[in-house]
């Protein structure tokens, strides 16, 4: 497809004042009658009325209440063009839709009986001609009018104005935003729902309604999400001085949703996943999903709704600010228990390692293939291939820098400032970084590369020791591979925020030349240019240095540091994140060369210090149990992949599987004692202290297990049979899969007979088998395996959880069984990806993505892979979500 660019952005000529909305809902024929009040934008160039329409009927336009005149009316490639003189004319458009056809899950479409819409980026387009473009910001009303039987509760974004009954068993209701909105931001619901509701009072004193809507049979499982909304009010409130601006706030959960969840003014709609949690069906982690989700969407209340996104170029404008937003709540819910400021410390820490872990496992990758791009791109070809690990994760990184750069009170001026430039407006990521730079006095020129430079830049740092002077040179340097498209890299501002450690462990006064002491222990140097040093002085002995603490920036540390110097920062470095990324750098470096053993057929060994190290950990009950949890997990499967090079999936898992095993069997007595003594005692609460050790539990079994012994089965299947929860029984579950003992049958079936009839729950079933291997030799048939669940008759290839679960689960969580040797994952692959597309483009370009990084892989690998590309792109009608994906790949 011909790719649109960043750069030919124009204001449109005409754009709208008022949106009246009229629904008769029908599941075959629905009618949209739309009432449009366009006036002439002033700072564009003259031009027609523009709107946008994909697969719609049109059943009558008007203009001014009268027929078009001959020719004033165009069809174009996207939509129509009406010529008019008038600088504010009424349009009245009658459209046709069937949304019971509708299986992309854009536009309005059905979903268990139920009308439900999904209008980012372009969906609107998808129920009524319009300027569907998020720079056109309008008052919109609407009226819903439905079948009452089968769809009692109708809603829509903002205020309730009136419903009533009519004939034929239909009823209506009327709605109003007070507030300006993008198309993109619309919403509405009819279906059979009940309501978990909730009345608090705004920081200002205002009284609002806050309701949570899902099927009846879900009531039981939606009072978490509800307090995830009221801690995100008040976070909001109190963080950020942002108040709630609706007297009423809702969120809707549906089955059928192609992503997490969607910030539609005042009615979020949201994919069940994210809402639905009880103890008996949801893990910690879904307990922390919802909570992080239902913050998200709440948060973009204001980043993304009150303040907008001129253009869809601007997208990390409003995700990589929600996404930082959504992190930082997160961070201070996590540390809001604990009893020091070391546990706070910890605890956040561990928030921070998870948003590394998955930013290295889904962005790095990203960034190295060929779909890198910047956070802010220059051209797509479709949007919704946009919505990436580079614009959310790196996105929200981004913002993290300039928080570290400009510190909080300054990074709080730089938000005041924006909003009171920006509140109404749809804006750049030039204006957000303006008003930080603008605020705080300081130039960040520099700083917007990180918008338009992609690929993750590499720091290598060097430290020279002088003895004699008792000063220590740090040379930090960076140097930015080429991506596609953009072969030459310049300098970044990075922010480097760094410690020394001294002989005895503690963290040393850092004071630079020519400054006078006594210094912080941690201090932010700010890296403009390609290479730079700094000298510490003051030392009586050579230090060790930690870098990038707290991952101060999303880059590749390059760095050479012994063995020894990686198990003392294990033990030692006081910055909790790097303390844990000195144990993931030691865990890289005997994996790859486990692998690299592999590989060449010779015996694999764990090294004993690397085994000292660990155990020193695992044993330390004076640590948080999350925290432990996380030092015990090795980096993923995914970002090791990519540090293999060229990559290949077998022998890094045979590494994995060897230093699990080895571990769990040279340390089984620790872990077991670990084990026994981690038990949580008491009714399920979701609380960080509980889920730590029930996380730390859990991966004790999973040492315990992957070691193979008879008591290890033996607890594993006493903890699935008795477990008080789902993160106990889940656990116990994911241990169990991978083991070859009988029990794992028993098990796999208890839990599908258990939870049949439960989607959600169901969809962890099909996760854990489709990522699944065995710690022993033996070689399960995964793809088999994985073919044999799509005919369960609670998989469906048009709900994009359970193709996320099962699907997702084996191209993209399970890099050893996809890439088996005989090439029928990819075959498997391809049929996939080509059925889905069929009915789902959103999904199937996924899915797609599974294989774009297909030439990090040995040549042997790629030329496996090649004819399954090949195959989609020849494939006639493809989509252009997937014709992007499988373009680029091959290009
Ligand atoms: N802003 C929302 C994006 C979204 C979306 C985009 C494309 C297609 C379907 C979608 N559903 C939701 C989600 C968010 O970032 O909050
Ligand atoms: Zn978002």
């Known amino acids: 497809g011909t790719p649109i660019l960043r750069s030919a952005y124009q204001p449109l000529a005409y754009t709208v004042a008022t949106v009246d909305l009229d629904f008769h809902l029908d599941p075959k024929a629905t009618q949209v009658t739309s009432r449009l009040q366009c006036v002439r934008n002033e700072d564009a160039p003259a031009g027609p009325i523009v709107l946008f329409g994909d697969t719609l009927e049109l059943v009558s336009l008007t203009i001014d209440g009268a027929a078009p005149a001959d020719g004033q009316l165009r069809h174009t490639d996207s939509g129509l063009e009406i010529d008019v003189s008038a600088d504010s004319v009424a349009l009245e458009i009658v459209t046709r ?131 995830s909304l009221v801690h995100s009010l008040r976070w909001d409130e109190e963080v950020f001085g942002l108040e709630l601006d609706l007297d009423r706030f809702m969120i809707v959960a549906v089955s059928d949703f192609n992503m997490g969840a969607m910030e539609n003014k005042g009615l979020n709609i949201f994919n069940t996943k994210y809402v639905l949690a009880n103890p008996d069906t949801g893990t910690d ?36 600010l929600t996404v930082f937003r959504d992190q930082q709540f997160t961070a201070d819910m996590m540390a809001r228990a604990s009893d020091s400021p070391a546990a706070a410390a910890s605890a956040r820490a561990v928030t921070r390692i998870a948003n590394v872990r998955g930013l290295r496992a889904g962005q790095f990758p990203e960034d190295a293939g060929p779909m890198a791009h910047p956070i802010r791109p220059d051209s797509y070809q479709e949007i919704n291939n946009f919505y990436t690990a580079t614009v959310y994760q790196k996105g929200a990184e981004v913002i993290r820098m300039l928080l570290t750069l400009l510190g909080r009170e300054g990074f709080r001026n730089g938000m005041d400032l924006y909003f009171s430039y920006h509140d109404g407006q749809a804006v750049t990521c030039d204006d957000f970084v303006g008003c930080m730079a603008e605020a705080n006095g300081v130039d960040l020129d520099l700083f917007m590369r990180w918008y338009s430079q992609a690929g993750t830049p590499h720091l290598k740092a060097e430290g020279a020791w002088d003895a004699a002077a008792g000063s220590y040179t740090l040379t930090l340097s960076q140097h930015t591979p080429p991506t596609a498209g953009q072969p030459d890299k310049l300098p970044l501002h990075i922010p480097v925020a760094v410690g020394l450690i001294g002989p005895d462990g503690a963290d040393l006064p850092l004071v630079l030349a020519g400054e006078a002491g006594p210094g912080d222990t941690t201090r932010v140097l700010e890296l403009k240019e390609a290479s730079r040093s700094w000298t510490f002085t003051g030392l009586s002995a050579e230090p060790v240095p930690s870098l990038l603490r707290g991952f101060s920036a999303p880059v590749i540390l390059d760095i050479a540091e012994s063995d020894e110097r990686l198990a003392f920062r294990m033990a030692f470095d006081a910055d909790p994140f790097n303390r844990w990324d000195a144990g993931q750098r030691y865990m890289e470096r ?70 699990t095993r080895a571990l769990g069997l040279a340390m089984k007595a620790d872990f077991l004692s670990r084990y026994l003594d981690l038990e949580v005692d008491g009714e399920y609460r979701y609380h960080p202290l509980d889920a730590g050790k029930r996380a730390l539990r859990n991966q004790c079994l999973r040492y315990l297990t992957a070691a193979g012994s008879a008591t290890a089965i033996d607890l594993a299947t006493k903890q699935f049979e008795h477990a008080g929860n789902m993160t106990e029984r889940y656990g116990a579950l994911a241990a169990l899969v991978q083991s070859d003992a009988p029990a794992r049958v028993g098990a796999l ?24 291997w065995r710690w022993s030799d033996a070689a399960p048939d995964t793809l088999a395996q994985v073919q044999a669940l799509m005919a369960n008759p ?14 997702g689960g084996y191209f993209k969580a399970n890099p050893a069984e996809f890439h088996r040797a005989d090439g029928a994952g990819y075959a498997f692959w391809a049929e996939q990806v080509i059925a889905l597309d069929r009915n789902n483009p959103q999904v199937a370009s996924r899915m797609a993505r599974a294989l774009e990084g297909w030439r990090k892989f040995t040549p042997e690998i790629q030329a496996r892979i090649r004819p399954a590309l090949e195959k989609v792109a020849a494939t006639e009608g493809i989509s252009p979500d997937v014709a992007e994906i499988v373009g680029k790949a091959l290009s």
């Not at 008052?139 to 509760?153: G, I, Q, Y």
């Not at 660990?614 to 090795?634: G, H, Q, W, Y």
């Not at 599908?752 to 169901?762: E, F, P, S, T």
């Not at 609670?794 to 699907?807: E, H, I, R, T």
């Open 97 to 227: 839709i069937d949304p019971s056809a509708n299986l992309t899950l854009s536009g309005l479409y059905q979903s268990r009986g139920g009308f439900f819409t999904q209008c980012e980026a372009e969906g609107f387009r998808r129920i009524t001609y319009f300027p569907d473009r998020p720079d056109v910001m309008a008052r919109f009303t609407v009226r819903l009018e439905a079948d009452a039987a089968t769809c009692p509760v109708l809603l829509s974004n903002g205020n309730l104005l009136e419903t009533g009954a009519l004939p034929n068993g239909r009823h209506f209701a009327r709605w109003e935003d007070p507030f300006l909105k993008p198309s993109y931001l619309f919403a509405l619901v009819a279906a059979d729902l009940k309501a978990l509701e909730r009345k608090v009072d705004t920081m200002s004193g205002r009284e609002v309604l806050l309701q949570v809507w899902v099927e009846a049979r879900d009531l039981d499982r939606v009072s978490h999400a509800m307090d």
């Open 285 to 320: 982690l879904d307990f922390e999903n919802v909570e992080s989700v239902v913050a998200h969407e709440y948060f973009h209340n204001w980043t993304g709704n009150r303040v907008t996104c001129r253009d869809w170029f601007q997208l990390t404008l409003k995700e990589g």
């Open 590 to 659: 005997v994996i790859l060369a486990l692998a690299a053993d592999a590989a060449a057929g010779r015996p694999l060994e764990v090294p004993q210090a690397f085994g000292h190290a660990f155990r020193a950990l695992l044993i330390d009950d004076s640590l948080d149990a999350a925290f432990v949890a996380e030092a015990l997990a090795l980096p993923s499967e995914a970002y090791l992949l990519d540090r293999l090079q060229p990559a290949d999936p077998a022998p890094l898992r045979a590494a994995l599987i060897h230093l």
């Open 749 to 772: 079936e208890a839990f599908h007979q258990r939870y049949m009839g439960d989607a959600l729950v169901l969809d962890k079933w099909f996760q854990l088998q489709a990522g699944a």
């Open 794 to 807: 609670a998989f469906s290839l048009s709900n994009p959880n359970k193709v996320y679960a099962l699907l």
